[in-house]
T-cell receptor, first 113, second 118 residues
Framework: GENVEQHPSTLSVQEGDSAVIKCTYS??????FPWYKQELGKRPQLIID?????GEKKDQRIAVTLNKTAKHFSLHITETQPEDSAVYFC????????????FGAGTILRVKS | DTAVSQTPKYLVTQMGNDKSIKCEQN?????MYWYKQDSKKFLKIMFS???????INETVPNRFSPKSPDKAHLNLHINSLELGDSAVYFC?????????????????FGEGSWLTVV
C-alpha cells in the first residue's frame, strides 16, 4: 500500500523566514496530495492541495510543488508568522482506494518572533 | 452550524468498558470516516463509509464497530476498552464517492473526541 514519509519532524524558523516541508510517497498511482494544518488541541484543516495534473499551486504565502517522477511534493510557507506555528501533515490518496488518504507523520513548525 | 460534529469531546473510562462516539455531518457529503490520532500525532484511517456502505476497513480490532444509520451519521462503538485505545478519534466527511479510482476531494474533520482509558 501507499507509504508517505515526511521531513523534517520539527522545524524552527524565525518570523519572516521561509519554511519548507517535504514529503515522499511510494504509490505512483496516487493522484491527490493535500496538506493539513493542525493547531494544538484542534482539528486538522486543509490549507492547500494539489492534483497530479498540476506541478505547482500557490495561495498567498503558501505554495505546494509536486514532482510525480520523483514521487515527492513539498509545502512552502513564505514570510512566516507566529500564527503559522502548528503541526503540518501531508497526505496522498492512492487511486485504487478512492479517497483513502494516507498521512505523513507530521511536522511541528515553530515560528519564533 | 458546525459542519462535522462529534460527541462526546472528552471521554474518560475504565478498562473493559464499552463506549460510543457519535458523529454527524450537515455538509450533504456521502462519505464519512473515522481516523485515530495517537499520542505521537500520527493520523491513521480506521473506517470509511459511503452512503451507509463500508468502503474502507483498515486493520482495526473487532472491538471497534462503526455504524452508519444514514449517510449523515457515522458512529463508532468500542467494546472492552484497553489502555492502548487512548487517543483522539476524528470523524470526517467528504463529497468523494469513495469508489476505487476516485480523484480525491477535501476531507473535513470534526473537532475530535479525546478518549482516555484508565
Amino acid at each position: 500500500g501507499e507509504n508517505v514519509e515526511q521531513h523534517p519532524s520539527t522545524l524552527s524558523v524565525q518570523e519572516g523566514d521561509s519554511a519548507v516541508i517535504k514529503c515522499t510517497y511510494s504509490d505512483s498511482a496516487s493522484n491527490y496530495f493535500p496538506w493539513y494544518k493542525q493547531e494544538l488541541g484542534k482539528r486538522p484543516q486543509l490549507i492547500i492541495d494539489i492534483r497530479s495534473n498540476v506541478g505547482e499551486k500557490k495561495d498567498q504565502r503558501i505554495a505546494v510543488t509536486l514532482n510525480k517522477t520523483a514521487k515527492h511534493f513539498s509545502l512552502h510557507i513564505t514570510e512566516t508568522q507566529p500564527e503559522d506555528s502548528a503541526v503540518y501533515f501531508c497526505a496522498a490518496s492512492p487511486l485504487q482506494y478512492g479517497n483513502k488518504l494516507v498521512f505523513g507523520a507530521g511536522t511541528i513548525l515553530r515560528v519564533k518572533s | 452550524d458546525t459542519a462535522v460534529s462529534q460527541t462526546p469531546k472528552y471521554l474518560v473510562t475504565q478498562m473493559g468498558n464499552d463506549k460510543s462516539i457519535k458523529c454527524e455531518q450537515n455538509l450533504g457529503h456521502d462519505t464519512m470516516y473515522w481516523y485515530k490520532q495517537d499520542s505521537k500525532k500520527f493520523l491513521k484511517i480506521m473506517f470509511s463509509y459511503n452512503n451507509k456502505e463500508l468502503i474502507i476497513n483498515e486493520t482495526v480490532p473487532n472491538r471497534f464497530s462503526p455504524k452508519s444509520p444514514d449517510k449523515a451519521h457515522l458512529n463508532l462503538h468500542i467494546n472492552s476498552l484497553e489502555l492502548g485505545d487512548s487517543a483522539v478519534y476524528f470523524c470526517a466527511s467528504s463529497q468523494e464517492s469513495g469508489r476505487p479510482g476516485g480523484s480525491g476531494n477535501t476531507i473535513y474533520f470534526g473537532e475530535g473526541s479525546w478518549l482516555t482509558v484508565v
